[in-house]
């Protein structure tokens, strides 16, 4: 038949039947995988530096939820590989469209953490400027921010820079129409973007199996035409050196990627949730043993990349992450009311000018415990 | 001067804006080699290349997230929904993003974009094809929505919401796309955008209309003249930002007023009209405001839509109503049970 591509070019599309891993469970080095570099000693050190300091940040972020600092926390334990794979794949100039539960990768890709929290502890949405970090807003609606990758991957082809976006996305986001849309357009495009799925198993509380018939998310790329793999979301060796090869792959002008990691969320989808009513312990310890943290740590310490004294060293560095959050956190966060009219638009429209007005004046009449709002 | 019709003012000024700056982008469903199912961009993939002007895979919500990441990277895009009814696949898209963007971001981040509708009946069309969905969007926080009624500001209008810093739904009445005018564009005539017009003075009832009613209204003023009675008509051309300023100092002057669109009039555009004139203008108010509006029906089919759409006639029997004497207004004392 004309036009049909050959074989060869959709068994380059196809992911692995198997996730690509670099390292066991226990630590230990797994054969390595083919077509895949593994990445250098003194990155692997610097992302579990990260991983540490990921973790105990996200720790920090549920104690003050517990203690009422944030109105809600979707942790991303169990998922640090995922998250800071993808910041140590990117460059500063790439773009990184995250999801409401990707405050770990934020933080380490150097964005502030209490700028990372403006939107859990409810002072404003956004609390970072998009532009200065090339990071958009987390994203709440599902796989929406998939096709805001698309555009602006599109946008930096266009402007001949060689730039590329990430998206993050989870697994229940692969069954959002946007998410399909975003992988068909860029495809056609062929914009420098890469798709990353976290699937951690479960859509709050849907499991995968519920969620999708196909044997793997990863395998939602073929029908676009777009190339996809598959990595074992808690080997950061693997999900690092799958993630930098998509990059490559985008940067250089050959079109969108597809990643898909199997991972798992620890924690419940936020404090608000209780997992007992969907998922057994025995699950949840089945993945604990195949921590990501731990996991790395054991091989870098085998393999002499790592030892004792520089693992206190980073967890010290880690606490003190954690205490410097605390009391920023913990300090008054003024909010200022009559700010809620000012970015509508660029200019505040008439109508908006007389509500402001008038909050202004109930303010005014208002006690003095309004006082700087 | 020249003789052209809405349509072809609609592609001029996406031409004019291709050349003005070289950031706008013009996207979106058979836009390019075809020209658009309305031709508004005519031409335009061929004059300025498949970089400027291009077709998208077939998918509107597609359409506005690409766009919407496109302005985030220093881009103007224009994109055509292809008609009113096919734009609701983006519904989330423009509703929790474009209209967002900027106040999540404490202004950090604009998206200069526009979404072209075309809209509202009166074309003899098909099922999903003649929505008037102006209300969903200007419900909205954070968007313009546009509407123009002229060929002139048909033009001015769309140049203005591409060099707009926000987005703006821009809806175009389709059934106007054929009205001619001669028009002047190398000098602007019409007033700035969030600003309404008073395109027909007169002394004793204001029409308030846009977009496709805008005519009608006119000709109903027209047919009043004979009868005695003098009729402002109002043309809004900007629903959001609305212009409350016109609207009432014409209402204050003649003391009766009647809004006409042509959506549905639950909930509608029409509805706020009202609300606000008598907010602000009640001691002026010689008579309730009234609304000719479509009925609270899904669109109806071709054969029908005569019924639906406001007429000339029922524009005058509501301007009859507006209580010039003291007698009761019958419909209004039984209830509709007459």
Redesign the interface.
């Known amino acids: 038949m004309p036009g049909q591509p050959p074989r060869e070019a959709i068994q380059n599309l196809l992911p692995a039947p198997e996730p690509v891993r670099f390292v066991n469970e226990d630590g230990s080095a797994a054969p390595p995988p083919e077509g895949y570099r593994r990445p250098a000693d003194d990155l692997l050190r610097e992302a579990y530096r990260r991983m540490v300091l990921g973790r105990r940040f996200d720790a920090q972020a549920t104690t003050l939820t517990r203690q009422g600092q944030l109105a809600v926390y979707p942790s991303s334990r169990g998922q640090d590989a995922c998250q800071i794979g993808a910041v140590l794949a990117l460059r500063d100039d790439d773009w990184l469209f995250p999801t409401y539960r990707d405050s770990m990768a934020l933080v380490s890709r150097g964005i502030d953490p209490v700028e990372v929290l403006t939107l859990l502890r409810g002072d404003w949405h956004c609390g970072y400027d998009p532009h200065a970090v090339h990071t958009a807003p987390q994203c709440t609606p599902l796989a929406t921010q998939t096709l805001h990758a698309a555009g602006m991957a599109e946008a930096l082809r266009r402007r001949g820079e060689d730039g590329v976006a990430l998206a993050m996305v989870g697994d229940g986001g692969t069954s959002e129409g946007d998410f399909h849309e975003a992988l068909n357009f860029s495809a056609v495009f062929r914009s420098p973007v890469v798709y990353f799925v976290q699937n951690n198993q479960y859509a709050i509380s849907v499991p995968l199996a519920q969620q999708t018939a196909a044997p793997a998310l990863a395998f939602k790329g073929i029908g676009y035409g777009i190339r996809s793999q598959q990595v074992d979301g808690n080997d950061l060796v693997a999900v690092l050196s799958v993630l930098a090869d998509a990059v490559e792959y985008a940067r250089g002008g050959h079109g969108p990627v597809l990643v898909e990691a199997h991972t798992y969320r620890m924690d419940a989808h936020t404090n608000a949730d209780d997992a007992t009513r969907y998922r057994d312990d025995e699950e949840v310890e089945r993945w604990r043993a195949a921590d990501p943290v731990a996991r790395l740590e054991t091989l870098l310490l085998t393999e002499g990349l790592l030892d004792a004294g520089q693992i206190s060293t980073i967890r010290d560095e880690a606490e003190q992450f954690a205490a410097a959050l605390r009391t920023r956190m913990n300090a008054e966060a003024p909010v200022v009311a009559l700010e809620l009219f000012d970015h509508v638009f660029a200019e505040p429209t008439p109508q908006l000018r007389e509500q402001r007005a008038r909050l202004a004046a109930e303010l005014a009449a208002a006690p003095a415990t309004q006082e700087g709002h | 001067m020249a003789t052209m019709t809405m349509a072809q003012a609609l592609n001029r000024a996406l031409r004019d804006a291709l050349t003005a700056d070289e950031q706008v982008l013009i996207f979106g469903e058979d836009v390019g080699a075809l020209g658009g199912v309305f031709r508004i961009t005519d031409g335009l993939t061929r004059d300025f290349g498949r970089?400027r002007c291009f077709d998208?895979?077939l998918?509107e919500?597609?359409i506005?997230?690409?766009?919407?990441?496109?302005?985030?990277?220093?881009?103007r895009p224009v994109v055509e929904m292809q008609f009113d009814a096919f734009a609701y696949?983006a519904f989330?898209?423009i509703t929790?993003?474009v209209a967002?963007?900027?106040?999540?971001?404490?202004?950090?981040?604009?998206l200069p974009m526009v979404i072209r509708v075309p809209f509202a009946g009166g074309i003899g069309g098909v099922e999903h094809h003649c929505d008037s969905s102006e209300a969903y969007y200007a419900h909205t926080?954070?968007l313009?929505v546009l509407t123009p009624a002229t060929v002139e500001d048909a033009y001015w209008l769309l140049r203005d919401a591409i060099d707009?810093?926000?987005p703006v739904v821009f809806m175009e009445p389709k059934r106007r796309y054929w009205s001619k005018a001669e028009v002047d564009l190398t000098r602007r005539r019409p007033a700035p955008l969030?600003r309404a017009e008073v395109v027909r003075t007169g002394r004793d009832v204001t029409l308030v209309a846009y977009g496709p009613s805008v005519p009608v209204a006119l000709e109903a003023a027209e047919a009043a003249e004979e009868d005695g009675i003098s009729i402002e008509v109002v043309d809004l051309r900007s629903i959001?930002?609305?212009d409350?300023?016109t609207v009432t100092e014409s209402v204050r002057r003649t003391g009766r007023c009647v809004v006409v669109q042509e959506a549905q009039g639950f909930a509608g555009v029409g509805a706020e009209i009202a609300a606000r004139i008598q907010e602000r203008a009640f001691h002026s108010l010689a008579a309730p405001v009234l609304r000719v509006a479509g009925f609270d029906i899904p669109y109806p089919p071709p054969k029908l839509e005569h019924a639906h759409l406001p007429s000339v006639e029922r524009i005058l029997d509501a301007v009859d109503r507006l209580q010039f004497d003291d007698e009761p207004d019958e419909l209004y004392l039984t209830g509709g049970r007459a």
């Open positions: 970089e998208t895979p998918a919500a597609g506005v997230g690409l766009a919407v990441g496109l302005a985030m990277g220093g881009f696949p989330e898209q929790s993003h967002k963007l900027r106040n999540r971001t404490r202004g950090r981040v604009s926080p954070g313009k707009d810093p926000d969030g959001v930002p609305f409350d300023a």
